[in-house]
């Protein structure tokens, strides 16, 4: 089934020149001159991503997406952001407020490509934190509804990092995530995670579990995994 693609821009170059070059991948693709007009295509429908602007006239793209990640049926759709904002602190800014990813202006049509079957290939496999129904393994108990963790009956509290790092090994046990995968995996969950800071969330997770420390296996040279 064709992808279909939300382009939100006021530069009416960009949005003509994303619209030619993503139907040309097979892509469904929408555009809109603000935030205000995307109001009615989101009212209508739901997109499989949405490429957004920041620095727009009226309501700007960081706000915007903060309105998205808030609406429930549209929480879960990616965002890639497209800005004039190159600094390291504009792009760290986008992804703490929900954006999947982030492409300074101006931008290489193959990259932005490559970065859309990227994210759209993660959004196909990621689980839904949303998604009802607890994970347990013997004293753990993990809640994604509610985003609680229990060890023997006791609360312990998680980071939002740290719980999207044990929901993917809890809810893919056996499998072996490197650090890239683990990036990708919870990325756009309202976190914001490098690889040089995975060691030290792995170490927190541990001291946390208590006496199932263990269940986080280190795989040396490759990455981490749930052991049962």
Excluded: W
């Excluded at 952001?81 to 492409?103: H, I, P, W």
């Excluded at 993660?122 to 963790?149: A, C, M």
């Amino acid at each position: 089934m064709k992808k279909s693609i939300f382009v939100i821009d006021d530069e009416k170059d960009i949005r003509e020149i994303l619209k030619v070059n993503l139907e040309s991948e097979g892509y469904g693709v929408t555009c809109f001159s603000s935030a205000d007009d995307a109001k009615k295509g989101f009212a209508s429908g739901k997109p499989d991503l949405v490429i957004l602007d920041v620095m727009m006239e009226g309501k700007d793209g960081f706000e915007f997406c903060r309105e998205i990640r808030s609406n429930e049926r549209l929480r879960s759709v990616p965002v890639i952001f497209l800005s004039a904002k190159s600094e390291e602190f504009d792009k760290v800014l986008g992804l703490e407020l929900g954006g999947d990813d982030y492409l300074a202006k101006p931008f290489s049509i193959k990259e932005l490509r490559s970065r859309i079957k990227a994210v759209l290939r993660r959004s196909d496999i990621q689980p839904e934190t949303t998604r009802p129904g607890i994970l347990k393994y013997k004293g753990v108990e993990l809640n994604p509804e509610l985003y609680s963790l229990r060890v023997d009956n006791e609360d312990i509290k998680l980071t939002k990092t740290e719980f999207g790092m044990l929901s993917l090994f809890m809810k893919n046990p056996g499998k072996i995530f490197s650090r890239d995968n683990i990036i990708d995996s919870i990325r756009g969950q309202d976190v914001y995670v490098v690889d040089r800071t995975i060691d030290v969330h792995i170490m927190n997770l541990r001291k946390k579990l208590g006496n199932y420390k263990n269940i986080i296996t280190t795989f040396s040279g490759v990455g981490y995994g749930f052991k049962e």
